[in-house]
């Protein structure tokens, strides 16, 4: 999808090329990620590449993920929007993610009636004993524009990665719930909220519990990918749900446990080329980030007459398989490669 610009005042520095969407259902019955991509224009006529990934869960978490990427395509498609942004990135960043939470909740209740469902709204929140409150999605957002600017913002762990020569560079934040910097925050705002690693109903507790804070040389019950990460949960109090983040669109429960969906908004310019990759959780999970340089270089290099989002999306297809076998989660991604001129 494009929008129309006039023409640029100055050259562009860079070609900014996205791949096809990267999508897999995996061993789900139901394929829950969303993805979008679109481009944009300034009023200058520079062009700028805008890729969506939200990762539904939880009841309706496909109608919820689609509807987060159908939120934010209609603002950001939206007359003006990129100059707008280019002024005050994270006010705008946070208004969009503000906008789609309203609109997931108007949802949720909407979702409540039709199924004649006991609900309550008080302080902001629904308070249900339906399922329907444990549904949400991730949410993630890359911008690339042609003289080198890059813009993310996130919720939750759909992340995105740039490799340029060397080096390796998260451009996403961690919002889990061993990240410290969100224990403190929750414990502000909802102190009875836990931050444990998930034990599974037949592990043995350790001695002194599942506590993650304070930090210990205990460890956790089991890993989560192949990078070796600890599985860890959210707990709210009131409802003992779980959740894997920290930050999240939807999960009504989860918001009364602190549970935010405020994104965390990144800038940064690039001045030689270089890839990013944006994806799912059900990416990374097959991923080591030590080995994001040299396995970019091998997509590059070893394309089999695919281009290097379809070689790359295809080796972690099978990778996924052989990890995670019938469990394996949804994945969907997008391949960026910005490319000096």
Not at 135 to 159: L, P, R
Not at 226 to 232: C, F, G, I
Not at 250 to 257: C, L, P, Y
């Amino acid at each position: 999808m494009q929008m129309e610009g006039t023409k640029a005042s100055s050259p562009p520095q860079f070609v900014v090329l996205v791949s096809e969407q990267l999508s897999d259902i995996g061993g789900q019955a139901v394929q829950q990620d969303s993805g979008l991509h679109f481009t944009v224009f300034d009023q200058h006529g520079h062009k700028c590449e805008i890729v969506i990934i939200c990762d539904g869960h939880g009841p309706n978490g496909k109608n919820i993920s689609q509807m987060v990427t159908t939120t934010f395509y209609n603002e950001m498609s939206s007359s003006g929007f990129y100059d707008r942004f280019k002024q005050n990135p994270s006010n705008i960043a946070e208004s969009m993610f503000s906008v789609a939470q309203e609109n997931v909740f108007r949802y949720m209740v909407e979702c409540l009636d039709r199924g004649d469902n006991a609900y309550e709204i008080k302080d902001g929140h629904i308070y249900s004993a339906s399922e329907i409150l444990r549904g949400g999605t991730t949410a993630t957002i890359v911008m690339v524009d042609d003289q080198g600017c890059v813009f993310t913002m996130n919720v939750a762990d759909s992340e995105a990665w740039i490799i340029q020569g060397d080096d390796a560079l998260k451009l996403t934040a961690d919002h889990l719930p061993d990240t410290l910097s969100e224990f403190e925050r929750i414990r502000e705002c909802s102190p009875t909220t836990t931050h444990l690693y998930d034990r599974r109903y037949y592990m043995t507790a350790h001695a002194r519990g599942d506590d993650i804070f304070p930090i210990t040389e205990q460890r956790g019950y089991y890993v989560k990918n192949v990078n070796e990460d600890w599985a860890t949960v959210l707990v709210e109090s009131t409802t003992s749900q779980k959740l894997a983040f920290t930050r999240s669109i939807g999960d009504e429960n989860m918001r009364k446990g602190g549970v935010i969906a405020t994104p965390s908004v990144y800038t940064r310019t690039v001045t030689e080329s270089a890839v990013i990759k944006v994806a799912s959780d059900g990416f990374w999970d097959n991923i080591k980030t030590s080995t994001l340089v040299s396995k970019t270089r091998e997509d590059a290099e070893n394309k089999m007459g695919m281009d290097m989002g379809q070689h790359w999306f295809e080796r972690i297809k099978k990778e996924n398989y052989k990890n995670f076998k019938h469990g394996r989660d949804n994945m969907m991604g997008y391949l960026i490669t910005i490319q000096r001129i």
